[in-house]
């Protein structure tokens, strides 16, 4: 059985930083990558940032330059690095893990992922 752990949350003012963290546990497989998605209440559930299983990166346009995951999917590197964050981007933060490429049209899909953790909440206060 895998497990998705998500670390970091907390709340921040607006232009403030955090880190998220997701921690695996279970059999995984090496070509298993990961990604990040947020919902805000009320709000469906959104992708943020992804490295697929071929190791392409995608952002959604709105955290370019200022989210950041790694460029590996090797253990000690899955996070999501948060600068500049806005009231509007409060909400939980998932990790998502699975075989996976990267749609033609460079959306991310939830349903693309097998595994989910249980979120992690981010608050950012104006």
């Known amino acids: 059985q895998v497990e998705l752990v998500e670390r970091g949350g907390g709340s921040v003012q607006a232009g403030g930083s955090l880190r998220l963290s997701c921690a695996v546990s279970g059999h995984i497989y090496s070509t298993y990558c990961f990604g990040w998605f947020r919902q805000a209440p009320g709000k469906e559930r959104e992708g943020v940032a992804a490295?697929?299983?071929?190791?392409?990166?995608n952002y959604a346009d709105s955290v370019k330059g200022r989210f950041t995951i790694p460029r590996d999917c090797a253990e000690n590197t899955r996070y999501l690095q948060l600068h500049s964050l806005q009231p509007e981007e409060t909400g939980m933060y998932y990790c998502?893990?699975?075989?996976?490429?990267?749609?033609?049209?460079?959306?991310?899909?939830?349903?693309?992922?097998?595994?989910w953790g249980q979120g992690t909440q981010v608050t950012v206060s104006s």
């Open positions: 998502a893990a699975g075989w996976w490429l990267l749609r033609q049209d460079e959306t991310l899909n939830k349903a693309d992922f097998a595994f």
């Open positions: 490295i697929d299983s071929a190791g392409r990166i």
